[in-house]
């Protein structure tokens, strides 16, 4: 292996993510730190994916684009039950396809010197070891949710039972596990998804995840005892906002819409001034908790830009207005330029762990509404580890009223708490940058 490198000037990367928005970013934001350190990368997508996003995809022109077929040409969730059976038939077919693409891509004189995948995806490092070519994953969750399903994998930790401590992890509440511990009966796919991820990682050549060493020292370093082949690789958010090392590159280059209209908006709202509300690309609010959101946001007086998908918008109240002397309500946004901006004073979301480490990175306080999924575990941390965040009450239906988000809002940009976090954000946001900074 070494010596098929040495003999050329560039080496080459297949890079291979998860086929969904949340998966796409980090690992196209590193596939352009690998290439800007000289590495040749293509990436790859399912083929039904990438005609969702073909109009609205921009990659750099040095990162090539190929797509092979997941089974699915027509659309996952039109063809497949349930996540199990999409994953069986994508481990079917995928080996086959993304091999063809490898020898494609060798008789064309760019032949394949490593794969990186998704952990989500244990197949492609079958095919990285059929054509003797090094296999590295990326884990796109943070270090304590990956820990805690390693646990589970290995039987040390049961989703059927009451939470143990783990070692190098702060005491948990059963409510700041993952979504598995409460649901597993009802979606055991998830499940068996988050624990197969860790069926071969030890055969890795090298395993990768997006978050950065300051951050999760306590997991990192128990993670390097289990994986010595282990780094931290993060956060991988667009170069401008960190150490601006890579020329042009101010967003994920996956968008919905190409629109400036909120930077426009923010631009003419004073420093610290703008509550911003957010709750991914996924997350889908009951409507009695859209309408909470809704009054506390016109009524706490304070300036608010919230996206809200359309699959969502009915669920507005109906005398809630989109745009307002106050508000400003839109369908998709740039939210890293939006966290960036100076007129941002905090950030109310479902604590994805894109959206954490992007609040993270740039030294925004939050208030957090986590929903499913590693949510609940990323509230934890961000409000008791990290102390970056405000976590409302909610009541015995799970509901967030609006007098608790009024009293979050004016807890962060009003009083002397808030700025104790702010403080807190804005020293996170400087280890970031001190963490990008260093050479791959």
């Not at 077929?69 to 994953?87: I, K, P, T």
């Not at 197969?196 to 950065?212: G, R, Y």
């Not at 109310?348 to 925004?364: D, K, P, R, Y």
Request: aromatic fraction near 10%; charge should be negative; glycine fraction near 4%.
């Amino acid at each position: 292996m070494e010596k098929r490198i040495a003999m050329r000037e560039t080496m080459h990367c297949v890079v291979l993510p998860y086929p969904a928005q949340g998966h796409m970013n980090p690992m196209i934001q590193f596939s352009k730190r690998l290439q800007h350190e000289g590495v040749r990368v293509t990436l790859v997508t399912t083929l039904f994916y990438f005609k969702n996003i073909e109009n609205n995809l921009n990659l750099p022109h040095s990162i090539s684009l190929e797509t092979i077929s997941d089974g699915f040409d027509n659309g996952r969730h039109g063809e497949a039950l349930n996540l199990r059976v999409y994953l069986e038939r994508f481990g079917q077919v995928g080996p086959q396809n993304l091999g063809e693409l490898l020898e494609n891509l060798a008789r064309t004189g760019y032949p394949v010197d490593c794969i990186v995948y998704d952990s989500f995806l244990t197949w492609p490092l079958d095919v990285a070891r059929k054509f003797g070519v090094v296999g590295a994953v990326f884990l796109t969750q943070n270090l304590p949710i990956n820990a805690i399903c390693y646990h589970v994998y290995i039987g040390k930790l049961r989703h059927d039972h009451e939470v143990s401590l783990l070692p190098m992890l702060p005491q948990l509440q059963y409510s700041e596990m993952p979504c598995f511990f409460f649901n597993h009966e009802e979606d055991p796919d998830f499940l068996q998804m988050l624990r197969d991820q860790f069926s071969n990682i030890d055969k890795a050549d090298w395993v990768l995840c997006n978050s950065f060493y300051e951050l999760e020292k306590q997991v990192t370093d128990w993670t390097m005892k289990i994986w010595s082949n282990f780094r931290t690789i993060g956060p991988n958010i667009p170069s401008i906002f960190l150490d601006k090392r890579l020329k042009d590159d101010e967003d994920y280059n996956i968008t919905q819409f190409k629109t400036e209209e909120c930077i426009t908006w923010l631009d003419n709202k004073p420093k610290y001034s703008v509550v911003y509300v957010s709750f991914g690309s996924l997350v889908s609010l009951d409507e009695e908790q859209m309408k909470e959101v809704a009054y506390s946001l016109k009524h706490s007086q304070k300036y608010f830009l919230w996206v809200v998908r359309v699959s969502e918008e009915a669920k507005l109240p109906k005398d809630f207005a989109k745009n307002s002397e106050k508000g400003l309500v839109v369908t998709w946004c740039s939210q890293v330029k939006v966290l960036a901006h100076e007129a941002i004073g905090c950030f109310l979301t479902h604590c994805g762990w894109n959206s954490s480490i992007e609040a993270l990175s740039l030294g925004v306080p939050v208030i957090v509404l986590p929903q499913w999924s590693d949510q609940g575990t990323n509230a934890k941390y961000l409000v008791d580890v990290w102390k970056v965040g405000i976590r409302p009450m909610v009541d015995d239906k799970k509901i967030m009223r609006k007098e608790a988000l009024e009293y979050c809002i004016r807890e962060l940009m009003e009083n002397e708490k808030g700025k104790e976090i702010k403080i807190n954000a804005m020293q996170w946001k400087n280890l970031a940058i001190e963490a990008v900074s260093e050479d791959l």
